[in-house]
C-alpha cells in the first residue's frame, strides 16, 4: 500500500511570467480548479493520502487552499454556490498536508531530496502538478501502482514524443517486457535528437523506493548543473530497478502557454458535454 504522494513545487516557474511572478504554477487553474487539485485528486484515487508538498518562497497560496476557509464558507453556505467547494472540501477531509521548503532551486532531484524527510523510509509516488493527466479508464498514479504492486521496482511514467521534441524531456533506454511495459537500462536528460536512446519521454509521474534518497545524495549535479532525478534513476535502472509505463491517457504540459491552452480546451469541452 503505498500512502505518501510528493508534489515538487518549488520551480519558478519562469516559462509562465508574468503569470507566475506572484503566483505559484501550480495554483494555475484549468477552468475553476488549479493545477496543483487536480494532482490531489489524481493522488488520492490512486490511495496516496498523505500528501507531502515540497514548496519555495512565494508558495503560500498552496498551503491556503488546502485549508478550510470557514468564513467563505460560511459566506456562500445555504447559497447555489455551496457545491462549488465540495470538490477541495473532500480533499481536505480525506488528506492530510505537510509542507516542506527548498531553500535553494537546485533541480528536481534536490527538491525530492528535500522531500525526504515528509516521506521517510516508504516507497512513495511522485507528482508533477503541472503535468496535467487524465488516464484512460484509470488515473496515471493507478495503473502505476498496479504495476508497482506487480513488479515492486521504481516506476516512471513515459510517453512516444516526436523526435524533435525529445530535448525538452529525459528520454529512456529500454526493453519492453510486457505490453507497454520497459525494462530500463538507462535514461539521458534532455538529448540531442541525434544522441537520444528512444523516443519515450518520462513525464511528471513516479513511484520511487526510498533507497533513491541514498541514490540522489550520492549523485553528481548534471544538466545545468541540477540534481537531476533522472541521473539517479539511471543508476538504479543499472541495477534493473526502474520500468517505465507508456500509461493509457492523455498528458498536458501546463508549464508551457500551448499545453495549458490544450487543456483548457479539453477540459471545457468535457464540461459541456456532461451539461
Ligand atoms: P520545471 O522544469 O517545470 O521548472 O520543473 P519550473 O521552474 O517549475 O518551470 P520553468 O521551466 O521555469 O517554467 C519540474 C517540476 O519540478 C519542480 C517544479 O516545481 C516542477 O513541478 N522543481 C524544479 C522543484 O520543486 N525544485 C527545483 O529546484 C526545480
New binding site residues.
Partial sequence: MIRKCLF?????????LPATKAMP?EMMPILDKPLIQYGVEEALKAGMNQIGI?TGRGKRAIADHFDISYELEHQISGTAKEGKLSGIRHLIDHCTFSYTR?TE????G??ILTGETLIGAETFGVI???DLCVGEPDTVMSQMVRLYEKHQACIIAIEEVPMDEVHKYGVIDGVEIEDGVYKLNGMVEKPAADEAPSNLAII?RYILMPEIFDVLRTTAPGKNG?LQITDALATMAKQGKVLGLKFRGKRFDC?SVNGFVEATNYFFSQMEEED
Fill in positions: 515538487p513545487a518549488a520551480g519558478y516557474g519562469t516559462r509562465f504554477k515540497v527548498q532551486m537546485k533541480g528536481l534536490h527538491a508533477l502538478a503541472d511528471g541540477e508549464g
